[in-house]
C-alpha cells in the first residue's frame, strides 16, 4: 500500500511539474544583438532593393540612414527561416533624431509580420512621427477580403526617442505591447485574431514618410521566442536552399485607371479626325 501511494505521488508530481517544465523548455529562443558592429550573415539578410548601402553597424546598434531622396517600399533586415506556432518577439530601437515629415503616414521605426495564410495576413508595430509633430505608436492588421487589402489601424500617444516593441501569440490571438523608453514596464496597446499560420517574413526595418524626409533609427537588438523554426540554416542540409523572404507590398491604386485612359485615347483620336477633316473641307 505505501509502494502504491508512493507511485502515485511521483507520477502526480511529474504530471504537475516535470512535463510542464519539459513542455516549455522545447520552445527555441534566438537572440540578436546589434551592440559592437554585430551582425549575424547566417541567420539575418538585409529585405529591399538598396538596403546594404543604408545599413551601417555601429557600436551602439545597427544603423538605418534613409537620406532625403529614397523613397523605398520596403527596407529593413529580415530573418532566413520561418516561426510556427506561438511565438513572442522583442525589438529594442532608438531614433537618434527626428525631423518632422511633411506628408505621408509617418516615419521611425517598425517591426513588420506577413503570414503563410490566404487572407495574406500582415502585422505591424512601430514608433512613428507624423506630420504636424504627432509622435505615435501604430498597431496594425491587414488583410486581404473578396480581392481588396484592408487595413486595421489603431494609433496611441508616443513620448520618448527609444523603447521596445512586443508581438505575443497565443493560440490565434495576436497582443500588441509596447515600452515607452528603454526601460520600465510593457503596456498592451490591443489584442486582434490572427490565426495559427506561420510567420513567413519578419522585417525588422524604418519606414519613411515622404521623399523629402531623412529617416534614422538605431535597432539594439531583437528576441524571438517559439515553438519552431521551419526552414532554420541549422535543419538544412549542406547544399539544401535557404528560405528566401519575400516581400511583397500591396497593390497601390492607379491614379487612371486603365478605362479611362483608353477613353481619352480614343477620345483624342476623335479630335485630331476632326481637326483634319475640317482643314481639308477649307
Known amino acids: 500500500m505505501k509502494s502504491g501511494l508512493r507511485w502515485a505521488f511521483v507520477l502526480w508530481v511529474a504530471t504537475r511539474f516535470v512535463l ?10 534566438i537572440y540578436f544583438s546589434f ?29 538605418f540612414n534613409l537620406p532625403a531622396g529614397y523613397k523605398l517600399t520596403a527596407v529593413g533586415v529580415s530573418l532566413r527561416f520561418q516561426i510556427q506556432g506561438d ?7 532608438e531614433v537618434p533624431a527626428w525631423k518632422n515629415p511633411e506628408a505621408g503616414y509617418g516615419m521611425g521605426p517598425g517591426l513588420y509580420l506577413k503570414m503563410h495564410d490566404e487572407k495574406e495576413s ?6 512613428l512621427l507624423r506630420p504636424k509633430q504627432k509622435h505615435v505608436f501604430n498597431a496594425t492588421l ?11 489601424v489603431k494609433l ?26 528603454p526601460d520600465g514596464t510593457f503596456r498592451e496597446l ?40 521551419p526552414n532554420h540554416p541549422d535543419s ?28 481619352a485615347g480614343i477620345g483624342l483620336l476623335l479630335v485630331l479626325g476632326v481637326a483634319v477633316w475640317v482643314k481639308k473641307r477649307a
Open 20 to 29: 510542464p517544465l519539459a513542455a516549455e523548455s522545447s520552445d527555441r529562443e
Open 35 to 63: 551592440l559592437g558592429e554585430q551582425f549575424d550573415n547566417e541567420l539575418l539578410v538585409p529585405l529591399g532593393r538598396g538596403t546594404v548601402r543604408l545599413l551601417e553597424p555601429q557600436s551602439d546598434g545597427l544603423l
Open 87 to 93: 511565438f513572442e518577439i522583442i525589438a529594442s530601437y
Open 122 to 127: 500582415a502585422v505591424s508595430i512601430g514608433r
Open 142 to 152: 491587414s488583410t486581404t477580403e473578396d480581392s481588396k487589402r484592408k487595413h486595421d
Open 156 to 181: 496611441f500617444d508616443a513620448k520618448t526617442n527609444s523603447g521596445k516593441l512586443k508581438l505575443v501569440r497565443e493560440g490565434s490571438l495576436l497582443k500588441y505591447s509596447v515600452m515607452d523608453g
Open 190 to 229: 490591443r489584442e486582434v485574431e490572427l490565426g495559427t499560420a506561420d510567420v513567413d517574413l519578419l522585417r525588422l526595418g524604418a519606414q519613411q514618410s515622404d521623399v523629402k524626409t531623412p529617416v534614422q533609427v538605431l535597432w539594439k537588438d531583437l528576441f524571438i521566442k517559439a515553438a519552431s523554426f
Open 236 to 263: 538544412l542540409a549542406k547544399g539544401e536552399r535557404q528560405h528566401v523572404p519575400h516581400y511583397q507590398p500591396a497593390p497601390q491604386p492607379e491614379s487612371i485607371s486603365l478605362y479611362w485612359s483608353l477613353l
